[in-house]
């Protein structure tokens, strides 16, 4: 069973927003564990964009302070990252993680392409 599924990646003109949704299974309770979204670009590294603890406190990578929120809905076990004034530096595939460093688990990643 795919521990996570994320949703909601697409193409999108630079200054535009866009939501990615992240489901987890039924083994993985949200509440109970951290969440996070990493992205990796062609070429580079997968990075830590942004991450949610058990207990709410939320972490960003300086890149997308200010821009991108991360948010979850305990009721639907779904985490989700709102990402605004989108730029071409954005452009990655983004994975959502659950666990510490996604000890649980990773989804299979969503497109997410800034472009005019």
């Known amino acids: 069973q795919v521990p996570v599924v994320e949703s909601g990646g697409g193409l999108v003109q630079p200054g535009g927003s866009l939501r990615l949704s992240c489901v987890a299974s039924?083994?993985?309770?949200?509440?109970?564990?951290?969440m996070g979204w990493y992205r990796q670009a062609p070429g580079k590294q997968r990075e830590l964009v942004a991450s949610?603890?058990?207990?709410?406190?939320?972490n960003y990578a300086d890149s997308v302070k200010g821009r991108f929120t991360i948010s979850r809905d305990n009721a639907k076990n779904t985490v989700y990252l709102q990402m605004n004034s989108l730029k071409p530096e954005d452009t990655a595939v983004y994975y959502c993680s659950a666990g510490d460093a996604g000890a649980l688990g990773w989804g299979q990643g969503t497109q997410v392409t800034v472009s005019s």
């Open positions: 949610i603890t058990a207990g709410g406190s939320t």
């Open positions: 039924g083994s993985i309770f949200i509440r109970f564990n951290p």
